[in-house]
């Protein structure tokens, strides 16, 4: 599964001016179990931005990378994002790799980090999280809430490793990232249309852009729509 490796190399390019703190996963955040509401009374900051996965097969370690500030470092509301980059078990098998992607794509509405209320949906690329005063007084960390999120997507057995990247710092180059969560949806929805449709006529087809610049999708779907 290449086809999110040039997104990848991207966002390196992006964060390299950047500071980094590099964190081990350690001890994770507490999970609430459900969804929590946090009123605006209890709030200590609101961020607003984007999340958003990159699934690849390159060796990617565990890591939780934190450029910025820290949440409890934070006082005022302001930009966000929260990229994790996937290494997930390739065998060459795209419809159990798409399926994957799936699967990790509801990882995160299956974490409930205490005093951390996220929201985003399916449909989109956005993501805002909203920190209560509690979890603040408490310690919560980027490192804490990771390394919960990272044993998340550890519980699917085919994902090998992840690397968490969360971005607070106001240089970061927001536009660029978000245009970064676009693609990477619209490369997503491509290949939700190549591996359920056996329709394979490019003249006509509107995603046709996208499959013009990403290297080996119409094989697959001329692959697909032969089997279909
Ligand atoms: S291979 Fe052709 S028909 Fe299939 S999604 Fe791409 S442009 Fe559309």
């Known amino acids: 599964m290449k086809f999110f490796d040039s997104l990848?190399?991207?966002?390196?390019?992006?964060t390299a001016p950047l500071e980094k703190k590099s964190c081990s996963v350690g001890n994770a955040w507490k999970d609430a179990g459900?969804?929590?509401?946090?009123?605006?009374?209890?709030?200590?900051?609101?961020?607003?931005?984007?999340?958003?996965?990159?699934?690849?097969?390159?060796?990617?370690a565990d890591e939780i990378v934190v450029i910025g500030d820290d949440l409890g470092k934070i006082n005022t509301d302001g930009g966000f994002a929260r990229i994790a980059v996937i290494e997930i078990e390739d065998n060459g098998d795209e419809q159990a790799a798409y399926?994957?992607?799936?699967?990790?794509?509801?990882?995160?509405?299956?974490?409930?980090?205490?005093?951390y209320m996220s929201r985003s949906t399916s449909r989109s690329h956005k993501e805002a999280v909203r920190v209560s005063k509690k979890a603040v007084a408490d310690g919560i960390s980027f490192q804490s809430v990771g390394s919960l999120l990272i044993k998340k997507y550890k519980?699917?057995?085919?994902?090998?490793g992840v690397r968490l990247i969360?971005?607070?710092?106001?240089?970061?180059?927001?536009?660029?990232?978000?245009?970064l969560a676009i693609k990477n949806r619209e490369i997503t929805e491509t290949l939700n249309h190549v591996m359920n449709s056996i329709n394979f006529d490019c003249d006509t087809c509107n995603l046709k852009a996208i499959c013009d610049e990403v290297e080996g999708m119409k094989e697959l779907h001329f692959k697909n729509s032969e089997n279909g």
């Open 8 to 14: 990848v190399a991207e966002l390196d390019g992006i």
């Open 34 to 60: 459900s969804n929590q509401v946090i009123m605006k009374r209890d709030t200590a900051f609101e961020l607003d931005g984007v999340g958003f996965n990159l699934i690849t097969a390159e060796k990617t």
């Open 99 to 115: 399926k994957l992607i799936k699967k990790i794509e509801y990882v995160k509405y299956h974490c409930f980090p205490d005093g």
């Open 155 to 160: 519980e699917i057995p085919e994902v090998r």
């Open 166 to 179: 969360f971005i607070t710092d106001p240089r970061a180059n927001f536009g660029k990232i978000e245009k």
